[in-house]
């Protein structure tokens, strides 16, 4: 059959198959891979793996929230490479050889941080017409809104109320909790971390991370300063944290201020396993 009559996902699963397969006969060796989501830690991790990649003789690639370059990438660089993927539960069972970490946030700290950055970001997507699967994404018609001409969710957010622009960045988020929720945390080849922890204490946890990924020993302490080049008491002392930076605030329990109550129990009687999983009701 031509693979172009064969359905797009399957299309999608045969090209990455056959990409992995060539990674699988041509490398040996731990590939280090970094899942997260968007507003925990994702600009400070990219900046790290960015200056630790030459150190380890490592290609580094940030896939971001596209799963099939992380998978194209992955086939590419084989075992020599460091691969960042957000928003996404990789299908773990797919990599070859692997060592990796995976960090969490408490949600509702994550709606708070997404939310005031979506209000300026100059990403992309926040900034196009809104398109009809977003819409959808969003519940654009529960609400009752009605779309201006071209209107992007950057703008949408800016138009509405606070409350009503918390609800549509909580329907733009459930996938990503759900993500969150169904992932394995009893991986041992994943190191898991938390957005809090790291932030009260970036060495000792770096340190792990860094121990996890098998880093010898004679660099860990290099490795380790650049952490603390990029850390977020840094960025402060640079006059880099602020409502319109991409490190706001940083410091964590700002939904008790901020989220409204009504999403807040939303979230909560949604993703109630999530949240005593992760241990993160009061």
Not at 4 to 33: A, T, W
Not at 39 to 53: P, Q, Y
Not at 80 to 102: D, K, M, R, W
Not at 208 to 233: A, R
């Amino acid at each position: 059959m031509h693979l172009k009559k064969i359905p797009h996902y399957g299309r999608y699963f045969i090209l990455i198959g056959s990409q992995l397969l060539k990674s699988y006969l041509r490398k040996e060796g731990p590939i280090i891979v970094h899942f997260g989501y968007h507003k925990a830690m994702t600009s400070f991790f990219h900046k790290v793996f960015i200056d630790i990649a030459p150190l380890l003789r490592r290609e580094y690639f940030h896939a971001f929230n596209n799963l099939f370059k992380f998978y194209e990438k992955l086939a590419s660089m084989g075992s020599e490479g460091i691969l960042c993927l957000n928003n996404h539960p990789a299908q773990t069972f797919l990599l070859p050889n692997y060592v990796g970490s995976h960090i969490v946030r408490d949600p509702r700290d994550l709606l708070v941080s997404g939310y005031k950055y979506h209000l300026w970001s100059e990403e992309s997507w926040v900034n196009i017409p809104i398109s009809n699967a977003m819409s959808k994404k969003l519940k654009i018609n529960k609400y009752g809104l009605h779309l201006k001409q071209d209107e992007s969710y950057r703008q949408l957010l800016n138009r509405v109320d606070k409350d009503l622009g918390y609800q549509l960045e909580f329907n733009w988020r459930q996938p990503h909790f759900t993500q969150m929720q169904n992932w394995d945390y009893e991986n041992p080849n994943i190191i898991e971390v938390k957005y809090e922890d790291i932030f009260q204490n970036e060495n000792v946890w770096f340190q792990k991370i860094f121990k996890h990924y098998g880093v010898p020993d004679i660099l860990l302490d290099v490795c380790l300063k650049i952490v603390e080049k990029h850390s977020f008491k840094v960025l402060q002392k640079q006059g880099n944290i602020g409502d319109k930076k991409h490190a706001r605030i940083g410091s964590p329990g700002q939904w008790k201020e901020e989220l409204p109550g009504t999403v807040a129990k939303k979230l909560l009687y949604k993703y109630t396993p999530l949240m005593t999983k992760l241990n993160y009701l009061e």
